[in-house]
């Protein structure tokens, strides 16, 4: 099996030249590597030696060092270059006028996990904002998304609750690639952006990460494998509750639990179809860090079996629901605030609609929840040919 060659990898092999004599600036982690394993930084360097002015970096860092949510990366400057390296991810998520001053273009190269509430997708939403804003260009230079561009799942984002987590009123597990986004994103926030997106070659939507030839580049810190996003567009949920996700373990979102589990009767509640594509592995842990640290807690391991009939949204909502209903007293959602809104419920933010919350908590079952989005999710299938860029 050949390799999908990605954006960065078609510019190494000299597919654009557009480039030459342009001020550049480039946002990209640790992730942003071509096939070779050399960096977006150097591969840039090397195309277009002293063309580099400035180095922005997404949430965790641009050197991917920071581990959880709301924790700022400071600016820096890169060593090797002695550049500017801007953190998107600090006093502001945006790139600022003085960012800019510098630069004509900007190179945006980002492993997205192919889930609504992954924040890459608003930094790239900010950059394009703002890049139209001060008349400068953007190219972004595509990457797989690792769960396939053929399946979405869940609810469309309500309008209301566009945050840092939720951009745009897209599905939690949206099936597009970041080229796909921006377009996207020009068009339906009219921004009018000079754009143009370096396509992969050889990526079709059927594929899911494993297909693609590519060796796993972690995009964040708690995005350890590709397994990790398999499930992610589920097991996000707990980040709205005060069940730990399994941050502080070594398998963060696979693992999930708190100290009150009940997980022999959690299992026995759930319906069959709750779990297809999946097994639920009853499993301990003592996380090192973030809920619960310190403290034993008794939950799950989830092991994809099918990825084809895995539903990671519905189940982790069948999860949740019995968990709620087993454990009324312990069970408790998280307090704001979460990526940077104060007021609004982080679960509401992550879900997308506050209605589903108060659906879960009147007792709701999610396969009716589900019938109650499916008919929007259909037309957003159709609504989004035209910005596909693969076939």
């Not at 400068?136 to 399946?151: E, F, T």
């Not at 799942?153 to 599905?171: A, M, Q, R, T, W």
Request: glycine share 8%.
């Amino acid at each position: 099996m050949e390799a999908v060659l990605t954006g960065l990898d078609r510019l190494a092999n000299g597919y654009w030249k557009k480039m030459k004599g342009a001020r550049l600036g480039l946002l990209a982690n640790q992730a942003s590597l071509c096939s070779r394993l050399d960096t977006a930084k150097d591969v840039i360097e090397k195309l277009y030696p002293g063309q580099l002015k400035a180095l922005f970096g997404p949430q965790h860092g641009y050197g991917g060092e920071d581990q959880d949510n709301m924790i700022e990366t400071r600016h820096s400057k890169d060593i090797s270059s002695d550049i500017p390296v801007f953190s998107l991810y600090s006093e502001t998520r945006e790139p600022l006028s003085h960012m800019l001053k510098e630069i004509d273009l900007l190179i945006i190269d980002l492993q997205d996990v192919g889930t609504r509430v992954y924040t890459f997708a608003s930094s790239l939403l900010n950059c394009l904002r703002s890049l139209a804003g001060h008349g400068k260009k953007a190219v972004v230079l595509d990457r797989p998304n690792p769960l396939g561009g053929d399946i979405v799942e869940g609810n469309l984002l309500d309008p209301s609750l566009y945050s840092f987590v939720g951009p745009y009123k897209i599905p939690m597990r949206h099936g597009l690639t970041m080229g796909e986004m921006a377009g996207m994103f020009n068009s339906v926030f009219s921004l009018d952006c000079d754009l143009e997106v370096i396509p992969m070659d050889g990526w079709r939507r059927h594929m899911l990460w494993n297909d693609t030839g590519l060796r796993w580049l972690m995009p964040s810190t708690n995005m350890p494998s590709p397994l990790t996003a398999a499930v992610y567009p589920g097991q996000v949920i707990w980040e709205g509750t005060m069940v730990s996700e399994g941050r502080g373990t070594c398998r963060p979102f696979e693992i999930f639990g708190a100290p009150y589990l009940d997980t022999a009767s959690i299992k026995k509640r759930l319906e069959t179809e709750a779990t297809r594509g999946c097994y639920l592995q009853e499993y301990s842990f003592r996380p090192t860090f973030n809920k619960h640290q310190g403290a034993l807690c008794r939950g799950f391991m989830i092991h994809v079996l099918d990825p084809a009939a895995y539903q990671p949204y519905f189940t982790s909502m069948c999860l949740l629901r019995t968990i709620m209903e087993i454990h009324q007293n312990e069970f408790k959602w998280k307090d704001p605030p979460y990526e940077y809104e104060y007021q609004k419920m982080p679960i509401d933010l992550i879900l997308g609609d506050s209605t589903i919350r108060q659906g879960l908590e009147s007792g709701a079952e999610p396969s009716v929840l589900r019938e109650k989005w499916q008919a929007d999710l259909d037309a957003f299938v159709q609504w989004r040919e035209p910005y596909l860029l693969y076939q």
